[in-house]
């Protein structure tokens, strides 16, 4: 591979594609035909053959030391097969990728063990693979060892470790002995329990001070706190690069929320919408309910109960990762047998822009029961121009004096 031209560019991906065939025996088949044809004209089929598809379709983009790459997207969306391309287990079939320095990856942690040898053993035959003296792979293998917290059973076969073992292991072996200018990470971070998952958090943002990152996770705080940019995935196909904040909710909109219907012993709820001062619904975009920043709404629904109830209606909004942002505790109400249209406040909304949906029950007064919870009801979006500190706005006055 050439070095790119810019010397601050790590990776320069231009037009790569990438097709698989989804039939074994034709897969066989075609890369016999494919390898025949590369030899004898120097190029292999780019057009489409029977049960086949494209896995990357045109991925363009450039990475410079220092920053962090975000690959979003649904499960087989492409993400995977693109990190293997740039490590070089895959060969594209299309476009041109550019690396400048040692490519390293955390891609299936684990996955090259011997399962018949010990884990130290194993540490051993994975420094020699990357290049390392047996005197430098001794000097370092008590720090993988430490770091990969498996002191009892380093000496033991892997094939007796649990899968969390062997991950911590493989882990800690890429983490020391790996010191790449390009650095691919795949799902790497769900490795153990909370505290090896932040020892992870502190090692990967140590090695991204001096390499260009790309990072594949469908955990969303990992990507908000590592990444600069994201690029979203759909069938192969790159949606876009993005911020990361704005990427992120792109990506959730790729999955859109479900009409809810909700239904217990006593009650039957049905109609939610999301309504102004006015009384008028408010207007829809992609499923999803548009709120002003600052306004004033209101949940609006029928209700249908089959005896009087007393109690009390809760409402919960949540973000678009279903984290508790508001919680509403309303004042108890007594309800009539029959339908009855019923309508609760919201007060004034100052959320910072982004997807939110509403979760709301019904507690009996009498048995304290709950008698419907239901989530993700009337999702809604806020757009607004304020710059937002933090999920929600409130305000506060500044007192100053003269000293």
């Known amino acids: 591979m050439s070095k ?68 979003l997207g649904r499960n087989g969306a492409g993400k995977t097969t693109l990190l293997k391309v740039l490590s070089g287990l895959i060969k594209p079939d ?117 390499s260009a990152v790309i990072f594949v996770s469908h955990n969303m705080q990992f990507i908000s706190q590592f990444c600069s940019r994201v690029v979203l995935f759909e069938k192969g196909q790159n949606l876009g690069k993005f911020k990361t904040s704005v990427g992120i909710q792109e990506y959730l909109n790729t999955f859109p929320p479900k009409d809810i219907q909700v239904r217990s012993d006593k009650i039957i709820i049905k109609d939610l919408k999301l309504i102004d001062e006015t009384g ?22 029928s209700l249908n109960s089959e005896e009087k109830l ?12 279903k984290l508790p942002i508001i919680s509403f505790s309303i004042e108890e109400k007594k309800i009539g047998c029959g339908c009855s249209n019923v309508k609760i406040p919201l007060k004034k909304i100052e959320l910072n822009s982004g997807n939110y949906s509403i979760v709301m029950g019904f507690i009996e007064k009498e048995t304290k029961k709950v008698l419907f919870r239901v989530e993700n009801i009337c999702p809604f979006f806020i757009k607004t121009h304020e710059v937002l500190w933090g999920k929600i706005l409130t305000y506060s006055s500044l007192d100053i004096k003269k000293s």
Request: glycine share 10%; proline share 2%.
């Open 4 to 71: 790119p031209s810019d010397p601050e560019v790590l990776v320069s991906c231009q037009g790569v594609s990438k097709k698989f065939c989804r039939n074994l025996k034709k897969s066989l088949w075609y890369g016999v035909k494919d390898g025949v044809s590369e030899i004898v004209r120097g190029q292999s089929s780019y057009t489409l053959r029977k049960d086949e598809f494209w896995a990357l379709d045109d991925i363009s983009f450039e990475l410079r030391r220092g920053e962090c790459l975000g690959l």
């Open 94 to 210: 299309k476009g041109t990728i550019t690396l400048k320095g040692k490519v390293g990856g955390l891609i299936a942690l684990g996955a090259g063990f011997n399962g018949i040898l010990s884990g130290r053993e194993n540490i051993r035959i994975n420094g020699a693979i990357l290049g390392y003296s047996r005197d430098e792979i001794e000097d370092r293998i008590q720090e993988i060892i430490d770091f990969a917290e498996i002191p009892d059973f380093i000496d033991a076969p892997v094939n007796t470790y649990s899968s969390g073992m062997s991950v911590r292991l493989g882990f800690a072996i890429a983490a020391i002995l790996t010191k790449p200018d390009v650095l691919l990470l795949d799902e790497v971070l769900a490795v153990g329990d909370i505290g090896f998952t932040i020892k992870c958090l502190n090692a990967v943002r140590e090695m991204m001070k001096d």
């Open 280 to 301: 008028e619904t408010l207007q829809k975009s992609s499923d999803r309910f548009e709120v002003n920043h600052g306004s004033k709404i209101f949940v609006s629904f």
């Open 310 to 321: 007393s109690g009390k209606f809760g409402i919960e909004i949540q973000d678009s990762l």
